[in-house]
């Protein structure tokens, strides 16, 4: 996407992709600064990805250097030859990172329909269920997240890594806070990284000390979860460097 | 302590993208420029070794959509065109800038690069590719090892054991085809780990992989000797640890050797900067601008105002830091000998269009590695020959992990490509469906889950999602992966109506001409 390319778009198409690109533009603004907004808002973007990090993908990505940037003008939500939906009560959930992780849905037609019939206008939500105590279900820790009918996927902040979780879909009757939930679907079980150490029972001796500080583990921002251990890393290459003792 | 030991390990790999339907196709350039400028001059460079008596020794993936494309004809008489339009415009270049003296080195070397691809690719190789990488394999001169068949994100499928086995034994079945080995080895696409995958991979009897950083020390429990020896799953798979300088060294943009300001700027290319009515007769579109592959500038530094390039700076500057890398990795090995109980390990694992296509002098750089490594500090090996040395490992379990920014799956998930799973799963639950309602079919119903089982393999490809968010290419990805669940979901209704249209099929199986073997019944459930 280039100014020559954005030129020949029409005020609309380029209100869209301002739209698309998560933009709020004034009402009424004129093109040419419409046209600016977009081309700044992808410098930035650019930039951002850039000082995110110097991990391969970025170097990855000149393998595709035949053409120039063309992404963006083509709404994503309008594909040909796919099903918008699959009439199905389902859910389906992915870790991202340690943080965060995905999940979509959807209910049936008739599902649906039962809802509405037997419980008016009764709400979604999700329930995310811990189960890293390997508790039984009815025992186990949970939030819920509201959603609306229209909602078909969100991403869900975890509170912790390491975290052996499900996220079901689940309703109650409308007004009624108490109400017992009922479950329309469960996702997969899934479990998020881990974000600590994991010495074993021996801790870490001197000499792993000192080849995880070589390994460059200062730059992972990793610590350990043995409170006891006397050489454990507490914070980023902190205790342990290179050459320590030596 | 006996010296240190390093692990040079490429990854070749560019996702299937052939179109026989068009009479050009622009997205094919990607292949032809890695050729060109990538897989050519690797060879080149394994030659030049060979013939000095080097002991070179290298790990290396060709995934199996490189090695399909590789091999294909279409794309290979489709590529002797592309050079032919790449010496058209060297020629014209050479007319335009006839009076300036300044640009005339670098100007002969694009003019020697697509000459001497051309007598390689016909003459020498004649166009069987895989076949000269195939020479120095059964020498033992580099190792080659697979992938996921279509370079699949793996983490994002560990619910789904039949599509993680689909990308595992349709990789193992091409590269037995074409290399006539079982491979030791499996590089995990975009170094995606999670620990639900050592035993879809230990089944196939794989015996090792690569890892990050991250998803070793964050493993259970801690490996003692850091990233300088691999750990051991406790099913047995041996995993392989990157090391962390040397990843830095040179994949970082900012601070990695590709930096210098000597070496060649990237993205700073005719194709852009000069009339698009003189450049029309060498681009695939007439009017839509390019990367043509001729940039005369260097790096120089933060600023618009480039130095012209000089290739023979450049050229030093790789001979001074291959000098540079072999010596940091001699100083860290040195180090961590002091704590180890036998020689350190260093694995650098890098893609292998790094080198030539993005990084110009990355070859130079390579060679000369190896040069500089004779007789030095440091044993260069493949990682076969590591773990024949030292089959026993620490035992331990690593965590989710990849190489992609944020070090997990952040790349293949987020806002710009999220839409592709609820699609994409769908697809592999029917695709299973298909698979135990039709588990013995022969001749056309035969082909045509075949056919289905191919669709589905090509939309799980990572690259679709990490080129939608990159911006680049953004809806050419995005068709790519449509038109792969769209064929499929066509032929889940054929077979779920009882008709099939043969016309049809054929064009499609002629055009996604990939993986020939692929058996749809991989795709039943695991039991």
């Known amino acids: 996407m280039n100014s020559e390319k954005l030129e020949s778009l029409s005020l609309e198409a380029l209100c869209a992709l301002a739209e698309k690109m998560g933009l709020d533009l004034p009402a009424g603004l004129d093109r040419p600064f419409v046209v600016e907004e977009i081309l700044d808002a992808l410098v930035e973007d650019s930039e951002d990805r850039r000082s995110a990090g110097d991990e391969a993908v970025h170097v990855d990505e000149k393998k595709y250097s035949g053409s120039e940037l063309d992404g963006l003008d083509a709404p994503k939500d309008d594909v040909p030859g796919l099903e918008s939906r699959y009439n199905e009560t389902t859910i389906r959930a992915l870790v991202r990172d340690p943080s965060w992780a995905f999940a979509y849905w959807d209910v049936s037609d008739s599902e649906r329909a039962a809802l509405a019939g037997e419980e008016s206008a009764a709400p979604l939500f999700l329930r995310v269920v811990d189960l890293s105590s390997g508790c039984e279900d009815a025992a186990c820790e949970h939030f819920d997240i509201p959603v609306s009918a229209d909602d078909q996927q969100w991403y869900i902040n975890l509170p912790h890594g390491g975290m052996r979780f499900r996220i079901d879909l689940c309703t109650r009757k409308a007004g009624n806070h108490s109400a017992r939930a009922r479950t329309l679907a469960r996702s997969n079980i899934l479990s998020s990284p881990r974000q600590e150490l994991h010495p074993g029972p021996g801790g870490i001796d001197q000499s792993s000390a000192r080849l995880l500080n070589l390994s460059g583990i200062s730059d992972l921002r990793i610590q350990t979860i043995e409170p006891d251990n006397p050489l454990r890393i507490t914070s980023p290459g902190v205790e342990l460097q290179p050459g320590d003792g030596d | ?527």
Not at chain 2, 18 to 33: A, D, G, K
Not at chain 2, 166 to 188: D, M, S, Y
Not at chain 2, 200 to 205: D, E, G, K, T, V
Not at chain 2, 346 to 372: I, K, N, S, T
């Open chain 2, 1 to 527: 302590m006996a010296n240190g030991q390093l692990a040079l390990v490429l990854n070749a790999h560019l996702p299937f993208v052939r179109h026989p339907e068009y009479p050009r196709f622009l997205e094919e350039r990607w292949f032809f420029e890695a050729l060109s400028e990538t897989y050519l001059p690797l060879l080149r460079l394994f030659r030049r070794l060979e013939a000095d008596s080097i002991p070179f020794k290298l790990t290396l993936t060709i995934s199996p959509t490189l090695a399909s494309m590789l091999g294909d004809k279409l794309l290979g008489d489709r590529y002797l065109l592309y050079l032919e339009m790449q010496s058209r415009l060297a020629a014209a270049e050479e007319q335009r800038l006839s009076g300036d003296p300044t640009f005339q080195p670098v100007l002969r070397l694009y003019s020697e690069l697509y000459r001497q691809d051309r007598e390689d690719f016909e003459t020498l190789y004649g166009r069987d590719i895989l076949g000269a990488f195939d020479y120095l394999y059964k020498k033992g001169r580099i190792e080659l090892i697979t992938s996921g068949a279509s370079h699949a994100f793996l983490p994002m499928f560990v619910d789904c054991p039949e599509a993680v086995s689909a990308q595992i034994e349709t990789a193992i079945v091409a590269h037995r085809r074409l290399f006539g080995k079982h491979p030791t080895g499996f590089w995990l696409p975009q170094l995606g780990w999670h620990p639900g995958l050592a035993d879809a991979l230990r089944s196939y009897n794989l015996l090792y992989t690569i890892i990050t950083t991250r998803s070793a020390l964050l493993g259970d429990p801690t490996p003692h000797r850091g990233s300088f020896a691999p750990v051991q799953c406790p099913n047995g798979l041996t995993v392989f640890i990157r090391d962390a300088e040397a990843t830095k060294a040179v994949w970082s943009e900012s601070e990695g050797y590709p930096a210098d300001s000597a070496y060649r700027d990237f993205y700073r290319d005719i194709g852009f900067d000069l009339p698009i009515d003189y450049l029309s007769p060498y681009l695939e579109e007439e009017h839509a601008r390019i990367f043509t592959g001729f940039k005369y500038w260097s790096v120089t530094g933060p600023t618009e105002a480039k130095s012209p390039y000089d290739p023979e700076r450049a050229a030093r500057r790789a001979r001074e830091h291959a000098a540079h890398f072999l010596a940091a990795r001699a100083a860290s090995a040195g180090l961590a000998s002091r704590w180890m109980d036998r020689p350190p390990l260093m694995v650098c694992p890098y893609d292998a269009e790094l080198f030539g296509h993005w990084w110009f002098e990355g070859p130079l750089w390579l060679e000369a590695l190896f040069r500089q490594a004779e007789g030095g500090p440091l044993d260069i090996v493949t990682l076969g020959e590591y773990l024949r040395q030292f089959p026993e490992n620490q035992v331990s379990m690593p965590e989710f992990s990849s190489w992609g920014d944020g070090g997990y799956a952040e790349v293949w998930l987020d806002g710009s490509n999220d839409w592709i799973y609820r699609h994409l799963f769908k697809a592999i639950e029917r695709m299973t469906e298909l698979a135990e309602r039709f588990p013995d079919e022969s001749g056309l119903r035969e082909r045509i889950l075949n056919q289905a089982a191919r669709e589905v393999i090509l939309a799980m490809c990572s690259d679709w999602a990490l080129i939608m968010r990159a911006g680049k290419a953004h809806a050419f990805a995005r068709r790519q992966v449509e038109d792969a669940i769209g064929n499929f979901g066509k032929i889940y209704d054929m077979l779920c109506s009882n008709t099939v249209g043969t016309e049809w099929l054929t064009r499609l199986e002629k055009r996604n001409n990939i993986f020939p073997d692929v058996n749809y019944r991989i795709f039943r459930k695991k039991r």
